[in-house]
């Protein structure tokens, strides 16, 4: 039962830093892409590669696209499309390492949420995985150093309103894993609704563009990488420990730091350095809090 519970912790420490990794690569291909393409193409683009990369291996395995819970897809599906929309609004108005700052808030929120929960049913806080959840935080912004103006705070209102939103996702995808749906279905109809989304915005900003070798091979990697990031996500979220997925999510700052050095010749100043330490820190305190929780929700129930 030790070595289950252990693996179980691995496997969901990888996928998470899985999604971070791809994300943060994916991320790197839509800099590289975004000189030639809107916005919408690129999320047209990036979901229409998820969805017929799903569909073409389900197909092949004799799987089947079908659900009985067509409904929490569509929950699910809205949600993230939302998220996004405002993310993309948000990003246009303010600076670039404020937004990412404020979206990052989701594992605070989340951390809160499970605190509050614990504290009102007379249950133990989980106040170790807060506190990793906190020094991860701090990590975050000794990276990316925010800042705020005032003529910012209706765009920062609404990266607040994206974690908050994430944080429902996430419950979402929580709910769907224990209905054992599969991650992959769940990601295949995330990205067909990404593409209705995406083609509206793109009859309203003028169509789309020429697509030369560079703009496609970017395009490719871009999909490619956002496919395994959401499913890494997804596997994450809805078959894991939410608060350890949350925390450990952190981790793709410090791989789009690195990602920038040895693509861009970005230059990694002090501070970002400690706040990499710091990431790595409270995503090893998360990972040590989630075993120790498991091994003592145990304890009790074997006793």
Known sequence: MASQSLQQNFMQSFWALGAAASFSVMAACIKLSAVDLSTFELVFYRSVFSALSIAFVVASRGGTLKTRYFGHHILRSVLGVLSVALWFWALGRMQFASCMTLTYTTPLFMAATFTVAALLKGRRAPWMMTASILVGFVGIVAILRPSISGDELVPALMCLSVAAIDLVTYWQMKRMGRLNEPSWRIVFYFSVLGIAFALVGIALTGGFHAL??????????????????????????????????????????????????????????ASSMLGMTLIVISGMAASVSTKREQARQKSEGAS
């Open 212 to 269: 030369d070798l560079r703009a496609a091979a970017g395009v490719l990697a871009m999909g490619f990488f956002a496919t395994v990031g959401q499913i890494c996500t997804t596997k994450s979220y809805a078959y894991g420990n939410l608060l350890l997925s949350s925390c450990l999510g952190f981790s793709a700052i410090p791989f789009s730091a690195v990602t920038g050095v040895l693509l861009f010749g970005d230059a990694l100043q």
